[in-house]
């Protein structure tokens, strides 16, 4: 997702609202199947990593659609399609990894989650400057 695509045209951000509302569907279908379908398969601390990569990732698919309705304020469209791309790549690394962490055995891939929490907090603080 380029900082054009999600910047184009007058009025609410599309881009970062669809992909917002689709990690949100994705969030609560995850939550379901970890209630549901991962228990007795994964052991506690299984299952309290994959509930938080469905908390998080629900957080900020909710940050996702919040970006899109700031665009229709006067807040700096440059710096919430940078907060949208930080959102999108956190929700990505940091919930993706914690997933792949859980349900395989790629421990390699365990360095991407604190790079994901890295891109949370750059996003938030775009919003902060933006909102300043």
């Given at each position: 997702?380029?900082?054009?695509?999600?910047?184009?045209?007058?009025?609410?951000?599309?881009?970062?609202?669809?992909l917002?509302?689709?990690?949100?569907?994705?969030?609560?279908?995850?939550?379901?199947?970890?209630?549901?379908?991962?228990?007795?398969?994964?052991?506690?601390?299984?299952?309290?990593?994959?509930?938080?990569?469905?908390?998080?990732q629900?957080?900020?698919?909710?940050?996702?659609?919040?970006?899109?309705?700031?665009?229709?304020?006067?807040?700096?469209?440059?710096?919430?399609?940078?907060?949208?791309?930080?959102?999108?790549?956190?929700?990505?690394?940091?919930?993706?990894?914690?997933?792949?962490?859980?349900?395989?055995?790629?421990?390699?891939?365990?360095?991407?989650?604190?790079?994901?929490?890295?891109?949370?907090?750059?996003?938030?603080?775009?919003?902060?400057?933006?909102?300043?």
């Amino acid at each position: 997702m380029s900082a054009e695509q999600v910047n184009s045209g007058p009025g609410i951000m599309r881009l970062p609202l669809g992909l917002g509302a689709g990690a949100a569907l994705l969030a609560v279908m995850a939550g379901a199947f970890g209630s549901h379908g991962l228990r007795g398969t994964l052991d506690a601390r299984g299952l309290e990593v994959f509930q938080t990569a469905v908390t998080y990732q629900m957080y900020h698919a909710i940050a996702l659609v919040l970006v899109a309705l700031l665009a229709l304020t006067s807040l700096s469209r440059r710096l919430l399609a940078g907060a949208a791309v930080l959102f999108g790549a956190g929700i990505v690394l940091f919930s993706g990894s914690l997933y792949l962490l859980v349900l395989t055995d790629l421990r390699w891939i365990g360095p991407l989650t604190p790079l994901g929490g890295l891109c949370f907090m750059m996003a938030w603080a775009l919003l902060i400057v933006a909102a300043v």
